[in-house]
């Protein structure tokens, strides 16, 4: 019985080592799976807090980078002074502001006719035009550019065009416009005249210069190019109207068919007044010039051409000379009381000369002394 007892005791403690020693490697196997993953994503979490915490920083370094620039806005780019006098003075204001970032930098202001005077003012002072150096203009900024305008002496609507030159990469050139309806209170009937070579005194009308508005005036000059139309008056004499009796110079005319007569007055709002003519000349070619591109040398070259006659004389030919030889008329046919021309151009060698070109001129004269001329260009082939 003492044997079995202690045989069940004996038992009974090695089943509990067993026990002890067994369970001891599990636990620590399983500590150890625990621990790890545990570790790597504590690691992970610091890792991305680090990413994140820059992003913003690096967000701030472009927005510092970020170019600042000047911006030019006016509050107005036209002025319209309406209805004005001629030769009247006006004033325009053209107000701008520095609606940028940066510096805006006023360098010139430019004016595209003689007639409309800008200077800059900034803080109250004047600063004439061109500018000695540019005038800074700071973010919020204004000023002003004024424009003197002097209306023209001829009546009728102008549009003039200035420009602010500054470093607003955005509008380097600002327009600014203005406008003006010049009114002139003497006025001349017939504007435009349509002068004949089969009339006499090739027909031209007589003049009327009157006043608008009832003020007695002075003719003061008449004034025509190349004396081609002479117009009698007296300086002295003073009146609500003129009638005047332009005198033709039929010779000059022929040379010179076309102008204007220009009159000038004493009346505060008639200045100038223009009369327009034209003269239809009594024969012309059809094509007065030709122009020939990769031309050969003595190769001819055929033109066709028409000499009209517009007041119904019978053109015909007396004679035609060539100044440099290369042109002559090769056929002629009359059509009614017009001529059908064939004109042959005939290159001169261009093998002992490095010419690059060759100019013409033939005159053609007519049984009754009129003269026509048909000129000629030619380039020769390049090689």
């Known amino acids: 019985m003492k044997i079995l007892k ?7 403690i090695v089943s509990v080592i067993i026990m002890t ?8 196997k399983t500590t150890s799976q625990t621990t790890e993953p545990s570790e790597k994503l504590e690691n992970e979490a ?3 807090t680090t990413v994140n915490a820059q992003e913003p920083a690096e967000a701030k370094e472009m927005v510092a980078e970020a170019p600042k620039t000047p911006k030019i806005v006016l ?7 309406g209805e004005v006098g001629p030769s009247s003075k006006h004033v325009a204001d053209y107000e701008f502001v520095n609606k940028g970032n940066a510096t805006l930098l006023m360098n010139n202001i430019q004016s595209t006719c003689g007639c409309s ?6 803080d109250g002072t ?3 035009i061109p500018l000695k150096e540019p005038v800074p203009i700071e973010p919020g900024q204004s000023g002003r550019v004024e424009v003197t305008f002097t209306a023209g002496t001829i009546k009728g609507a102008t549009t003039k065009h200035l420009y602010i030159l500054t470093n607003d990469p955005a509008t380097p050139r600002a327009q600014l416009e203005l406008k003006a309806n010049v009114v002139v209170k003497v006025a001349v009937v017939p504007e435009t005249v349509d002068l004949r070579f089969d009339r006499d005194n090739a027909g031209i009308p007589e003049l009327t210069v009157k006043s608008v508005d009832g003020q007695a005036f002075s003719i003061k000059s008449i004034t025509v190019a190349n004396q081609t139309i002479s117009v009698p008056f007296d300086v002295n004499e003073k009146s609500t109207q003129f009638t005047l009796k332009p005198e033709v110079d039929m010779e000059k005319l022929e040379k010179f068919n076309s102008g204007v007569i220009q009159i000038s007055t004493d009346h505060p709002q008639g200045s100038s007044l223009l009369v327009r003519y034209t003269a239809k000349p009594m024969y012309e070619v059809s094509n007065p010039r030709y122009i020939l591109q990769n031309i050969e040398s003595g190769e001819p ?16 030919i007396e004679s ?4 440099n030889g290369y042109m002559e008329i090769e056929s002629q046919q009359q059509e009614g009381n017009h001529i059908k021309l064939m004109i042959k151009i005939i290159p001169p060698d261009q093998s002992s000369s490095e010419r690059r070109y060759i100019t013409d001129e033939l005159t053609i004269t007519l049984k009754d002394g009129h003269k026509l001329v048909i000129r000629c260009n030619g380039w020769f082939r390049i090689r």
């Open 320 to 323: 035609s000379s060539s100044r």
């Open 46 to 48: 610091v890792d991305t």
């Open 75 to 81: 509050t107005k780019a036209t002025h319209d002074f």
């Open 126 to 128: 004047r600063h004439s």
């Open 21 to 28: 020693t067994g369970c001891q490697p599990e636990q620590s």
């Open 117 to 122: 005077k800008p200077v800059l003012i900034k």
């Open 301 to 316: 070259i055929l033109r066709e051409n028409l000499i009209r006659s517009n007041y119904g004389d019978l053109a015909e």
């Open 6 to 12: 202690t045989l069940s005791v004996v038992c009974v």
